[in-house]
């Protein structure tokens, strides 16, 4: 990327809304983590037997929803659901 394109970015970033930031942030957090969930299990895969990386996966999956209060959803929770902003 360029710096030029750097800053065209950033500007573009500096003017949204609160509200759109947000949801900015949300998706690329979101990106971030997939891609990272995609590394280790890639990872997991040359290094550890079958056994060793579903025990680690079990592992992660317990630490993102149980201590982190981070729970999957899915396709099919969200299904028929409308998007309404706050306050609606």
Known sequence: MTE???RKAFQKVKSF???RFWSWMNY???RAYAKAAQHYEEAMSIVLQPKQA???KAKALE???TWDGMATITMDD???ADL???GV
């Open 4 to 6: 030029q394109e750097r």
């Open 17 to 19: 809304s609160n509200d």
């Open 28 to 30: 690329i957090h979101s």
């Open 54 to 56: 579903a025990a680690v």
């Open 63 to 65: 630490i993102r929803e």
């Open 78 to 80: 969200t299904e028929a």
């Open 84 to 86: 309404q902003s706050v």
